[in-house]
Each structure stands twice: as C-alpha cells, then as structure tokens.
C-alpha cells in the first residue's frame, strides 16, 4: 500500500510502501488527529515514520501504480 503524507508548510510529501491494510492505516491517522498525537506509521522495510497530527496537511492511502513498460497509447 502507498501512503503518501503532506506537511504543513514543507514542500515535498512524504511517500513510502507498506504492508499495513488501508484500514489499519485510517485507524491510526483518525486515531492521531482526534487525539492529537503522533501519526506512527511503519514502511515495509521497517522504517518509522512519526508526523504530528497537528502538522499532517493530508494523507493518501491507495493501491502501490505498477510501473508502466513500453511506448503503446492507451
């Protein structure tokens, strides 16, 4: 799954592959920005990522886009 993570006032997003379910990940972001805390989120070579919930400017959870082969119009 790729999540990728806009900061407040930081211009390049943070992106990154996990194993994680889309649901476990809106769980934990809804959980951060109600509560006020830290999003914790871990990438699937075991790196963690902490943002304050007061700091995410928007998240997108999506399916990971194969990379494309070729030079064919679709």
Avoid: C, W
Wanted: proline share 1%.
């Amino acid at each position: 799954m790729e999540v990728r993570i806009g900061v407040r006032d930081v211009a390049r997003e943070i992106t990154f592959e996990t194993n994680e379910s889309g649901d476990a990940i809106g769980a934990a972001i809804a959980d951060a920005l109600r509560d006020g805390t830290l999003l914790d989120l871990t990438d699937d070579k075991g790196r963690r990522y902490f943002v304050p919930a007061t700091m995410i400017g928007f998240v997108h959870v999506g399916e990971s886009e194969k990379g494309k082969v070729g030079f064919g119009a679709h």
